[in-house]
């Protein structure tokens, strides 16, 4: 069983719709990181969370620290948005910069 | 600020040769991490140096090796490529104490 386990693989959606992709993890960990990746190759960091929740535009990041899981949320998808979501946890100590990765979830909007 | 940049962007090799992938960091920071990306394993976790040591190691065979220069630049080096070699090489940087890394935009590996 793979350390951080990310559903749905695949996710196809309506331009406009509401998305949600989840990521479920069985180690301890100090933070948990949201990576986009676009067709390329290039990977950008969304969020990084220890707890709680962040927002930014669109996206909305939650996460639950004593259930081992966290949740991207896509509000108002855009075609723009289709792209390779990424989980990745950063086991503890904080300041070591090896991230465990999950299979990611490729994500399709369409108009 | 200037992003994480990696050289080369593309590369093909062969067989039994020998690569060396450079990364340089954001200005700054410390930390510099390698990935490893294929199809069939997802992205996985090479080294990890700061401040010239290696802090943190994956499971990669020892053909797979790194180093860091004291301007924080670093490099990593595989001997004796094999066919499954051929991978997206990531590396990342950030600062001390924070976590958050920067992604550059990867060395694409191909070995024929």
């Known amino acids: 069983k793979n350390e951080v386990e990310q559903s749905p693989q695949n996710l196809t959606a309506q331009e406009g719709e509401f998305i949600t992709i989840n990521c479920s993890y069985s180690v301890g960990i100090s933070a948990l990181h949201w990576l986009q990746q676009h067709p390329g190759g290039g990977i950008v960091s969304l969020f990084m969370?220890?707890?709680g929740k962040k927002k930014h535009g669109r996206l909305i990041a939650t996460i639950n620290i004593q259930e081992k899981h966290s949740s991207l949320h896509i509000t108002a998808s855009h075609p723009r948005d289709s792209a390779v979501y990424i989980c990745a946890v950063l086991g503890p100590p904080s300041n070591t910069g090896k991230l465990i990765f999950g299979q990611g979830t490729t994500l399709q909007v369409k108009p | 600020k200037a992003g994480v940049t990696q050289t080369p962007r593309y590369l093909i090799k062969t067989r039994g040769q020998q690569v060396t992938l450079s990364c340089s960091p954001i200005?700054?920071?410390?930390?510099v991490s390698w990935y490893q990306q294929t199809p069939g394993q997802g992205l996985q976790f090479l080294f990890e140096y700061f401040s010239e040591t290696q802090r943190n190691k994956g499971n990669f065979p020892g053909r797979f090796s790194g180093r860091q220069f004291s301007n924080s630049r670093s490099e990593m080096n595989v001997s004796t490529l094999e066919l499954g070699d051929s991978a997206l090489y990531l590396c990342a940087s950030s600062s001390p104490g924070y976590g958050e890394q920067y992604f550059g935009p990867g060395t694409r590996l191909t070995v024929t």
């Open positions: 200005s700054g920071h410390r930390s």
């Open positions: 969370l220890s707890s």
